[in-house]
């Protein structure tokens, strides 16, 4: 289940099972959101990426929800995999910028 | 094609010394942007540069950081009389336009 540590909130999933990692964004002119992945000691790696006309978005393995009325983006990894465990960030950025704007993110910690 | 290149990987420096931090960007990329991470926190962005420009540093300390992106070279992320409170890790990213960011590795700054 889901749990908020001391820092952050922190995700335990048994490996084969899928996992669902949810974010707020903060503002309602953001048109494009990306999550991203980090492993320890590691830079943010790209996972996917939804433009605010959509509102779902499938990769392998991994599809992303956007919901614009309640400002909410998801991320769920199906078949989680001892590979997955890392931090996962959300990030928007606003119309027409450039800069991403990064949530606070979440620990995914796969069982074997 | 190499991702983004950043060095060093690792930088312990004692207060009041100056840390240079260097950034390769991706083949074909000239835009590239800094941020700082903080144990716990996501990203929060620092500057945006082009090729001899800097496009937007609203995120930098007004005193002791400066960056550049000279037409050869890396992009330098400088920060003069460094104090603790500076120890974080530094990420550059490039893109070959606005949106798609690639991060490299990072630097973990240490200041003693």
């Known amino acids: 289940g889901e749990s908020v540590g001391l820092h952050l909130p922190t995700l335990s999933v048994q490996e084969g099972d899928n996992s669902i990692i949810n974010c707020a964004y903060s503002n309602s002119a953001s048109d494009y959101f990306i999550w991203y992945k980090q492993e320890s000691g590691k830079g943010p790696q790209f996972i996917i990426d939804i433009r605010s006309n959509m509102d779902k978005r499938q990769g392998q393995r991994v599809t992303v929800l956007l919901n614009k009325t309640v400002k909410h983006l998801s991320l769920q990894i199906a078949a989680t995999q001892p590979g997955d465990s890392a931090v996962y960030f959300c990030?928007?950025?606003?119309?027409?910028?450039?800069?991403?704007?990064f949530g606070s993110g979440t620990r995914l910690l796969v069982r074997p | 094609n190499a991702g983004v290149m950043q060095n060093p990987r690792h930088l312990v420096r004692r207060r009041g010394q100056e840390a240079r931090l260097r950034c390769s960007p991706m083949k074909g990329h000239s835009h590239v942007y800094w941020y700082r991470q903080l144990p716990e926190e996501g990203l929060k962005f620092m500057v945006y540069l082009q090729k001899e420009n800097i496009i937007d540093e609203s995120g930098m300390p007004k005193e002791r950081f400066s960056a550049e992106f000279p037409k050869e070279g890396p992009s330098i992320l400088r920060i003069q009389q460094v104090v603790r409170g500076d120890s974080a890790a530094y990420f550059c990213a490039s893109s070959p336009r606005q949106e798609e960011q690639f991060f490299g590795p990072g630097t973990r700054l240490t200041v003693l």
């Open positions: 990030a928007e950025i606003l119309d027409s910028s450039y800069k991403l704007i």
